[in-house]
């Protein structure tokens, strides 16, 4: 099966890879071991942010098992799901992903709406089984972007690009189209989210580390390459390493596409590495958490899996913290 998408590249989309405002889900495990930091305070620099509403289109490039792109899915709808019921779940102290989406919200001028796009699948490899980042920007492309949606790529886990496992598990960038363009507002008009940023649109990869680097990027469902073993990696809510692992790193890489989407809105350090609201807080997922423990976190009786959040249908999902501007610390769901 082919790419199921019609010849957007035909378009004249004019990509470019945005320096600035590239942020980077990076190897958790490498990072769990190192001396305390001191407290972060992510800085507002007045850029812009992703307000309003906007779709999460996915291109998923290499296989993945319909169940695979369901979890993927099923995470994102549940961001802005009202659906989303901790009861059905069976354990009614679970919180729902919508609430934890909410903390971006606190990001001036904050809310961001995410809801569930349109799906490509390019399981020909059409580019090729090793990837740059240009090439990552120009699949981005392929979901026909504009300024009310974010593109998705995810690649399989027989999928290389440049920098996986060693550096990074994912990233979130900008690149410009013809699709992003708008006419000008009139003389005197507002801007809205209609119209800022014009010509730019956001974008994140995430790569499913199974096969290549589960110690790295599938950290806490897999013991940690580096440092301590201890204590044993936590079931995977949805059964799958790799893919719970995916859901981490795309909600980090979401939250700092929302919240800092072109290098100028809030982060901490250099604009080419910068700690943003989720990657400032990495490794903690329940309250207690310190250096090598993700925290005191909910299990299932059943299938004895870890998790903080239920989603759509009551699918669980393990999500990271998140920094939170009103309380200037990383808040936990759990």
Request: aromatic residues 8%; charged residues 10%; hydrophobic residues 45%.
């Amino acid at each position: 099966m082919g790419l199921r998408c019609c010849g957007l590249l035909g378009l004249a989309l004019l990509l470019a890879v945005a320096v600035a405002g590239a942020g980077a889900a990076t190897p958790r495990a490498r990072q769990l071991f190192v001396v305390s930091q001191a407290p972060v305070t992510l800085t507002d620099h007045h850029g812009q942010l992703l307000t309003g509403n906007y779709s999460v289109n996915l291109l998923w490039y290499g296989r993945f098992t319909p169940a695979q792109r369901a979890t993927v899915a099923d995470f994102v709808l549940s961001l802005s799901s009202d659906s989303s019921n901790a009861a059905a779940s069976g354990s009614p102290a679970a919180p729902s992903v919508a609430s934890w989406w909410t903390t971006t919200s606190r990001y001036h001028p904050g809310a961001a709406r995410l809801i569930l796009g349109r799906q490509v699948l390019d399981t020909s490899l059409s580019l090729g089984g090793r990837l740059s980042e240009t090439a990552l920007a120009a699949l981005a492309a392929r979901l026909s972007p504009h300024r009310g949606s974010v593109a998705v790529v995810v690649t399989a886990p027989d999928v290389l690009v440049d920098g996986f496992c060693l550096s990074r598990c994912g990233l979130h960038a900008s690149a410009t189209s013809a699709a992003a363009a708008a006419p000008a507002p009139a003389r005197g008009a507002v801007p809205t989210a209609a119209t800022r940023g014009r010509g730019r649109f956001a974008y994140v990869w995430v790569g499913n580390a199974a096969e290549q680097c589960p110690g790295e990027c599938a950290w806490p469902f897999h013991q940690p390459t580096y440092g301590p073993q201890a204590p044993p990696p936590l079931v995977a809510p949805n059964a799958d390493v790799g893919m719970d692992g995916v859901v981490i790193n795309l909600a980090t890489l979401l939250a700092g596409a929302v919240t800092n989407p072109y290098g100028g809105g809030y982060f901490q350090g250099p604009t080419e590495a910068p700690l943003e609201a989720v990657t400032a807080c990495t490794g903690m997922f329940g309250a207690g958490a310190y250096p090598g423990y993700p925290g005191q976190l909910p299990v299932d009786a059943a299938t004895g899996a870890s998790y903080n959040a239920v989603g759509v249908a009551g699918r669980r999902f393990l999500l990271p913290a998140m920094w939170d501007p009103k309380s200037s610390q990383c808040s936990t769901l759990v």
